[in-house]
């Protein structure tokens, strides 16, 4: 079984900055990615970003220059360092890993960008 820990949301100011992390139950290094997805009020869950078993990150277009993904082997972690935040990245934050066909997933932190 696997789980997924997702901390580090909150309320934040328009400008501010969070860092997202989410710590695995075992080793990442049996996944094919881990990635960040979100979901606003009334919306679908999107990809934010998204980072490959070697480290090749990926990111929507509307976080590109602001978010960087990482991850820690050895410990197990996956990063997202949000920074410039706006009103519009307001959103439950969901932790993903892919081994294969199966997704996993945590259970979600918010951030909410309010003044």
């Known amino acids: 079984q696997v789980h997924l820990v997702e901390s580090g949301g909150g309320l934040v100011q328009p400008g501010g900055s969070l860092r997202l992390s989410c710590a695995a139950s075992?080793?990442?290094?049996?996944?094919?990615?881990m990635g960040w997805y979100r979901q606003a009020p009334g919306k679908q869950r999107e990809l934010v970003a998204a980072?490959?078993?070697?480290?090749?990150?990926n990111y929507a277009d509307s976080v590109k220059g602001r978010f960087t993904i990482s991850r820690d082997n050895a410990k197990n972690t996956v990063y997202l360092q949000m920074n410039s935040l706006k009103p519009e990245d307001t959103a439950v934050y969901y932790c993903?890993?892919?081994?294969?066909?199966?997704?996993?997933w945590g259970e979600g932190t918010l951030v909410t960008v309010s003044s």
């Open positions: 980072i490959t078993s070697g480290g090749s990150p």
């Open positions: 993903n890993a892919r081994r294969g066909v199966v997704s996993y």
């Open positions: 075992g080793s990442i290094f049996s996944f094919n990615a």
